[in-house]
């Protein structure tokens, strides 16, 4: 491909050098690997040093970076080169394309509604009064269920789960493996610890646009109303939402973390994987947490929430673990000193 | 619906007012959001200033909340709100029902036996002498292993994996992407690290009756005896139990805990979101976890039992690692500003 | 069968009573449970005294603990009783074998390349341009994609998706549910927090040969180089790799283990389950992590590493963490007791 033609993916133009439209450009590379025909990006002045030995055809930087770009590589100036590689990646994506058609092999129930360009892979099976729209794509083995609606562009992988009456917005992507709509956990206890009688989960999940879920997640019905999550946001694999969650405009959850029932996370928020987040509490616009983080309160101000002790040699861990159990004892006798002091 | 015919799902019959009977109900509601036709519930007396501006025609209350009751709402007596509520929610319940029809796109093997009013959806998979009773719903894609048993009434969603040997009793639900009977984690190490090699998982999973598992988990089978889940157990999403765990009757796991091998949990206990449990401890009957707890020894008592550092702001967090790690010295600091003063 | 016969799974060969060769053994048994026509092993001499009134036919065990051995049982004298249990413990394998077929209900794409003797079961797709070699195992429902390639004897649970261009070598097993080559979670930040543009995934994952991966787990394909999975790891159910992990040879990973995008692990590692590893950090050789351990850091040397609090009765917790986040102020008065004795 023409270097001109995969700039064409940037939301605004850039300049070229003369000659350098028409180079022929094969793939992305990081600075380190880059080959002739290749393009790369620097996107932190830490791997500027790269730049000097880099082999790439084309390079994307900012501004004051373009003095140390070698002169044989095409200098591309841009304001975020790591957002304009983000757009320019997709020039060279490999995933197939669906086939805009319905397969043979899928079953499609007489009264749901299926918008043109949308392909149904082998074995999908779309339940009574689905409505998808133009451009979707349905992945082999996938469930749409009843009433489910799809927006456009939107792409399931193979094997996920939409169950009944799900919404999902526009150009979103949900991988392999997840399950929109589960019953979400509630139950009320029997009298004298006979059992659990479950509760209806008649909520459904309302997905905005622009939102991508990874693999294996889990995102439960609401009980009574609905589970929302809200536009651009972005969710790593096996991410447990339980009913009533909503998240926020933009956030952003990294993989294996929990949310409990009933928790808000404001817009704009983050969490490293793993986190945990109890139910029944809000999280302020803004907040960000590291991973493994155990949030059992909501927060009021946007900033940078931790917890946990980080690994370390297990002879000296488990000396720490003892010395913490110890802390009361050390607390009285820091008191006792005082007092004799006086 | 008639209000009265909604009470028809409680087990014990209540009192209404006269004229009461009829009145049409349309839905359940939160107190805060009812209008008429909801019927609502008061489990706690938090709510109960909700109850003066209520709309709904009728709520669910305990004799001692009846007199907060404004006159225009029919009072329901219940001893239990909360599981009064769950009953009668069922009856609003939107999950479509299943056809009690075997699809003409399911596999199902010339030596499964398969009851009367099963229904299977399309391209389930019902491998040879499988054993499914009446009135259960096998969902689309489900795959039902060689010799697996399910209970009467038992529904599977979309999606669930069940192999074989697996025997599940009556009145279960587990919800898609489950996979019950995979290899538990069984290897000897080859001698000089060359590798592993594998034990083969001889074990079933046995469930119990009225065992409800929630999305995208796994069960491994045994290695040589049963992993055992007893009656009225209920799990959440995306738990690992490990091959040869057993769950106590009753007991309740939250999303995403993990349960190592051969470890024994009692009955009537509960573990919050992400707890986790090391293999071969036995936990007591009525012990309760909260999350992310680190269970590491079994139990002899009964009781709620903790562990982790909950979330704080960064700054404050790294101040407190960084004590953590020198509390060796201020132990030392301690003792010989003891000895100075002796 | 007879003993002789089942020993044959033996690497080496071993001697044998006379008459012991033609006993017919019916099952493995642990010695506490097992009954004439079991075979067990001795592990550990904590389970020695277990012998005394054990009812098996033969044990398993070293020539150290052959004088323990009662008269009626015939002792088999091997260096690893443990490994020799696995190797046999094959002998008794009651998983279904693959029918070496392909099933009518399968859709195979026509370019694809199908080696002799694999069996596909029903409703598996298998697309364009994939290459599975001989005596493969495909379960029902199993997606293998685009240009996908699956090494000789390697098995398939039901209900695995293999997307495009992955990579399995040979004589793996990969258990039901497990997605691989998910996209890995790469987005680049949009201007003013409007949201994220998704960076294309183009890298593989990369499996080794003798690899073992659980159920439920994902593991995404690298952004533009390769996710890599070495010969002989294991893999426990609901793990989570990220874009281009490395693991090396031999590592053993337990359930729910999540490790974040970029990190290499070294060879003959392992880690407990729920343990969390930051990204783009390097972990090496024979390191070994207790579960839920939160590693932040690379390690360089060998050895065992822990973090977390283990579990205790929610009061004591409770006043722990309130001791622990009043460090601060312990540490201040130390410093001014040792102030005023100066």
Known sequence: VHLKQVLQALPTSVSLPSGA????????????????????????????????????????????????????????????????????????DKTPKGSQNIHPMAVVHPTATIADQVSIDAYAVIEANADIAEHAHIGAHCVVGEAVSIGAHTRLQPNVSLLHRVVVGAHCLIQSGTVIGSNGFGYAPLPNGAGWQSIAQNGRVVIGDHVEIGANCTIDRGAIEDTIIN????????????????????????????????????????????????????????????????????????????????????????????????????????????????
Chains 1, 2, 3 share one sequence.
């Not at 996107?43 to 994307?60: D, G, I, T």
């Not at 200098?75 to 997709?90: G, K, M």
């Not at 690994?311 to 005082?338: C, H, N, Y």
């Open 21 to 92: 439209e028409s180079i022929e450009i094969e793939a992305f590379a990081p600075l380190d690997q880059a080959k002739a025909g290749s393009i790369s990006f620097l996107a932190s002045a830490k791997y500027r040093r790269q730049l000097e030995s880099c082999q790439a055809s084309a390079v994307l930087l900012t501004e004051k970076e373009r003095e140390n770009c070698p002169e044989q590589i095409v200098a591309i100036v841009v304001d975020d080169p790591y957002l304009a590689y983000a757009y320019l990646s997709h020039q060279f």
């Open 231 to 342: 536009d651009q946001v972005i969710i790593d694999n096996l991410v447990h939402l339980a009913h009533n969650v909503v998240i926020g405009r933009a956030s952003a959850l990294a993989g294996q973390i929990g949310i409990a029932g009933s928790t808000t996370i404001g817009a704009n928020c983050s969490a490293g994987g793993q986190s945990g987040f109890t139910g029944h509490i809000n999280i302020a616009d803004n907040s960000h947490f590291t991973g493994q983080a155990m949030v059992t309160k909501g927060t009021t101000e946007a900033g940078l929430y931790s917890s946990g002790l980080p690994a370390q040699p297990s002879g000296v861990w488990r000396k720490m673990v003892a010395r913490i159990r110890k802390l009361d004892t050390l607390f009285e006798r820091v008191d006792a000193l005082e007092k004799q002091i006086k």
